[in-house]
């Protein structure tokens, strides 16, 4: 009986050992993955923007522009601004392959600074994504500082420098107000009515 239960408990160890063994191995692959360079290709370390990354200006900039050491595709570029506010910059995709595209803005609102989001497609349609960061005004400060100081708040937080949190965007509470009305195009009678024996077919 005592070998049988010692048979039973070094089984166990064992099958507890391997499974640990195994989500290690898994987390360290994980972590491999993830701390990989997203770009092999080169291009978002050889792409030159304006406003330059961590850019510090005196006033709004009219315009994006994107420099492109080969002939790309570009398919998404987005601007936000600190809150994830999301600017309306009537971006389109254009099929067509070309190494510089700029892109007028509108006028932009004050804020603590701007990120640019932009992918492309490379020759061998590989995708390839990217970021630039800038702020404006008087008081303004590169946004790397303020990055790092909202890094630094969110690991003290969580504990953890593998979290990574990413704010929703902000949500807009409406109180005290009608539901909207609409007006349908037609009706539909679900009721059949009955065929009037004194009307002519």
Known sequence: ??????????????????????????????????????????IAAKTETTPSDDAVLDSPPQQLSLLFPDQVRLVKLTLRNEKRDWV????????????NFIWALPQ????????ADW??????ERLVR??????????AE????????????????YGDPDIRYVAPPRTQIIINR????????????????????DSIQ
Not at 108 to 115: G, I, P, W
Not at 119 to 124: D, E, F, P, R, W
Not at 130 to 139: I, Q, T, V
């Open 88 to 99: 309306d910059i009537s971006f389109r995709y254009r099929p067509r392959a070309a190494s």
């Open 119 to 124: 992918a492309v497609l490379a020759a061998n």
């Open 130 to 139: 990217g970021s630039f960061s800038f702020a404006f005004g008087p008081d």
């Open 1 to 42: 009986m005592r070998f049988t239960v010692a048979k039973k408990a070094f089984g166990l160890r064992w099958f507890l050992l391997g499974t640990s063994l195994l989500i290690s191995s898994w987390s360290v692959a994980q972590h491999t993955l993830h701390s990989q360079a997203a770009d092999s290709t080169g």
């Open 178 to 197: 009608d539901p909207p009305r609409f007006d349908p195009p037609f009706t539909i009678e679900l009721n059949e009515k009955k065929p009037d024996p």
């Open 108 to 115: 932009l609102q004050q804020a603590t600074y701007y990120t």
């Open 142 to 157: 590169p946004p790397s500082i303020i990055q790092a100081a909202e890094e630094l708040l969110l690991q003290s937080r």
